[in-house]
């Protein structure tokens, strides 16, 4: 088990205060099912690499999970996990939530929410969250690196994954229609595309964006909220500096130019945006992080 998991994160949604304990689990044909087992919480699985399927156990219930794959586990349901051949991966995020003490106005949405978690005669519930596996990873890959602004960031796809669990959750299933979801992952797979190709372009902008989609200007920043929880400007930016911390840690290149591979027209303007996000300068950055 890698150090940087098993770790407890927190964030507030809609007056809903969320706290997740991510691990990862490793499935081994040879070693056959896991034990049976159930928690007092509920909790995500989110399959990372391997088929593997999630059981009852009385076995009539089942649910099959690949790459990406999301489903929910409701607190107190009795399951095991079997893979068929070879070695299965999957990230797990155990829930905690409760109602912000002074938030009266939201209690039913946290009851409807409740209710959806501890359904424990329905069994797995499975989820269309595309987003889940790349927040996940991006956790991860945060709390290991152990530098400068880790945590935030893992706690900053913390609030985005959360916010997209509850709209899953509180979506009315019989509306989405099969190939409604299909759509909208691939929305989010032309519009990621487009993103990593453009990012370091200055002049990219929201119209543009727009434009190569071949939506409005409002559908597109409908499609950030719902993806992202956050706005183009705030997407772009988060690109923009994750890719500047890679060049900062696996090159040479001087500030300037990293400023412009990511997108900057101006270095100031990069500076000022890392020091935002991050808490320090780029060079105090490359610094902390033992690079001279």
């Not at 991860?140 to 945590?151: D, K, P």
């Not at 994954?161 to 989405?176: C, I, K, N, P, Y």
């Not at 499609?223 to 923009?240: D, H, K, M, T």
């Amino acid at each position: 088990m890698k150090e940087a998991l098993y770790t407890t994160l927190c964030c507030t949604v809609e007056d809903i205060s969320f706290v997740g304990v991510l691990d990862q689990g490793f499935f081994y044909h040879e070693r056959g099912a896991v034990e049976a087992h159930r928690h007092t919480q509920p909790e995500l699985h989110v399959a990372i690499l391997g088929t593997y399927r999630l059981e009852s156990v009385s076995g009539e219930v089942t649910l099959d999970m690949k790459k990406g794959d999301v489903a929910l586990v409701p607190s107190g349901f009795w399951h095991t996990t079997a893979v068929d051949e070879g070695v299965a991966e999957e990230y797990t995020l155990r829930l905690e939530l409760s109602p912000v003490r002074t938030a009266e106005a939201k209690r039913s949405l946290f009851s409807a929410l409740s209710q959806k978690l501890t359904k424990t005669e329905e069994g797995f519930l499975s989820l269309c969250l595309p987003e889940a596996l790349p927040l996940l990873s991006r956790m991860q890959a945060a709390l290991e690196a152990h530098g400068v602004g880790g945590r935030a960031e893992a706690e900053a796809c913390f609030r985005l994954l959360s916010v997209s669990l509850l709209r899953g959750l509180l979506a009315d299933a019989d509306a989405l229609e099969e190939d409604a979801r299909d759509d909208a992952i691939d929305r989010k797979e032309s519009l990621e595309k487009i993103l990593q190709r453009e990012y370091a372009n200055p002049d990219f902008s929201l119209t543009e964006l727009a434009d190569l989609l071949g939506f409005s200007v409002r559908q597109v920043n409908r499609l950030f909220q719902l993806f992202y929880g956050q706005s183009f400007r705030e997407a772009l930016s988060e690109i923009r500096l994750y890719n500047a911390q890679r060049l900062l840690l696996r090159t040479a290149l001087p500030m300037a130019e990293v400023a412009c591979r990511v997108g900057y027209r101006e270095p100031s303007g990069f500076y000022i945006a890392f020091r935002k996000r991050f808490g320090c300068s780029p060079r105090q950055y490359r610094l902390q992080n033992g690079i001279e």
